[in-house]
């Protein structure tokens, strides 16, 4: 199994500002993902972040509003630019390893932009 | 495209009560089918999971058994506590492409279990 911390674990950020969350694995992993959870709402995934080069986006998200960076196979980060009260939400850390059998999930960023 | 649809919630029930949460996917494939759990103020745990047809998942005396013929993934318990209060959420993965795979979640249902 892989054990994901992620930093900060909340912060209230003014809009305007850019706020960067770090994703630390304890293991050497193959995927890394970031998610979106919104109020009341499922996960959404934003990118899956590419060792050593530019993250594939999803549909609806581009990479100069969330520029992400995986420098290594056990870190990752997610930055979230020019924030507006709309990216109020939990941000989720995910990896999997090995055989991608199973995706684990780190404790979210729980961020709140006034 | 793939989906996942999960009985609306929330759910309340008294402790000790039998729970079901239904789950019912789409999917285009062979989709390994998973229940993730997240309790208040935490991330999302992984609960159960099942990989082909007729497999059952089970955990914390939680079980769900993969039904093909219905696509059909129901969350069950005999006995909830109130440590079971939390949001579940079903999940399906399937190939994405080549060596990578994405997971599609349901909504999820909100379980308050009262004492």
């Known amino acids: 199994s892989a054990v994901i911390s992620q930093k900060p674990s909340r912060d209230i950020c003014q809009r305007g500002t850019s706020l960067t969350i770090q994703c630390q694995v304890d293991s050497q992993v193959t995927m890394m993902f970031w998610y979106r959870q919104q109020p009341g709402q499922s996960l959404t995934l934003i990118a899956t972040?590419?060792?050593?080069?530019?993250?594939?986006?999803e549909s609806g998200f581009v990479i100069d509003k969330f520029p992400i960076s995986r420098p290594n196979l056990t870190f990752s980060t997610l930055t979230v630019s020019n924030m507006s009260p709309e990216d109020s939400s939990i941000y989720l850390c995910?990896?999997?390893?090995?055989?991608?059998?199973?995706?684990?999930f780190g404790p979210g960023t729980r961020l709140l932009v006034l | 495209g793939n989906s996942v649809t999960q009985m609306e919630g929330p759910v309340t029930l008294s402790e000790e009560a039998f729970l079901t949460i239904n789950c019912t996917y789409t999917?285009?494939?062979?989709?390994?089918l998973f229940w993730y759990v997240q309790y208040p103020g935490e991330g999302l745990q992984l609960l159960l999971k099942a990989t082909k047809a007729d497999d059952k998942g089970s955990n914390k005396g939680f079980e769900a058994t993969y039904r093909k013929e219905t696509t059909s993934f129901h969350l069950e318990k005999g006995s909830v506590q109130v440590s079971d209060s939390a949001v579940y959420f079903c999940a399906l993965r399937l190939r994405k492409g080549a060596g990578s795979y994405q997971l599609t979640f349901g909504k999820g249902t909100k379980l308050s279990v009262i004492p």
């Open positions: 972040a590419n060792q050593g080069s530019e993250a594939t986006y």
């Open positions: 999917a285009t494939g062979y989709p390994s």
């Open positions: 995910s990896a999997t390893s090995g055989t991608q059998e199973t995706q684990y």
